[in-house]
């Protein structure tokens, strides 16, 4: 990520996750919460110290009808989800040792705790691209920075957040 630094794990030191645990996480992300289904967020990218996706514009997702912008609850609503998957891919790195199943498990007492979103730019675009990474993960909370790209790369909106993990 560029504006983004790296904090909780050392690049060197990134483990890279099993099929089965992607496959899993993306399932959860992509399916199980619904609500990501209706957003159209879709994983482009899962590691352990940042993760992508992806939302495609829709006539559904306007906000502003004279510019085809898209909605502000969607950018938020999409960098919270973002948020969230980052703390579970940060929670799956820190439990290598189980299986991708239990790690699968750990996700079920997470959520937002608090969410800022500072909108910089109006959402016009055919695609957006939404990153996140973990800053902090401790044993109950976790924080994390969050960014939403237009389709040119240009930063959007940006985003920071707490989840409780336990």
């Given amino acids: 990520m560029q504006a983004m630094t790296k904090?909780?794990?050392?690049?060197?030191?990134?483990p890279e996750f099993e099929e089965e645990f992607i496959t899993g996480l993306k399932a959860i992300f992509e399916e199980k919460i619904v609500f990501n289904q209706l957003l159209g967020l879709q994983i482009t990218s899962l590691k352990a110290d940042r993760v992508t996706a992806r939302i495609d514009m829709r006539?559904?997702?306007?906000?502003?009808?004279?510019y085809n912008?898209?909605?502000?609850?969607?950018?938020?609503?999409?960098?919270?989800?973002?948020?969230?998957?980052?703390?579970?891919?940060?929670i799956g790195a820190r439990h290598?040792?189980?299986?991708?199943?239990?790690?699968?498990q750990r996700f079920h007492k997470l959520g937002t705790i608090d969410l800022r979103v500072d909108y910089l730019r109006p959402g016009i675009g055919a695609?957006?691209?939404?990153?996140?990474?973990?800053?902090?993960?401790?044993?109950?909370?976790?924080s994390t920075r969050m960014e939403f790209l237009g389709a040119d790369g240009k930063l959007?909106?940006?985003?920071?957040?707490?989840?409780?993990v336990s």
């Fill in 7 to 14: 904090h909780l794990i050392h690049p060197a030191t990134v």
């Fill in 59 to 66: 006539h559904d997702l306007i906000g502003h009808p004279a």
């Fill in 69 to 90: 912008r898209i909605h502000g609850g969607v950018i938020s609503a999409g960098l919270d989800a973002m948020g969230g998957l980052a703390v579970m891919a940060a």
């Fill in 96 to 104: 290598m040792d189980d299986t991708p199943e239990q790690r699968l």
């Fill in 127 to 142: 695609h957006f691209e939404l990153r996140a990474e973990v800053m902090r993960l401790g044993s109950r909370v976790a």
């Fill in 156 to 164: 959007l909106s940006t985003a920071a957040a707490a989840y409780i």
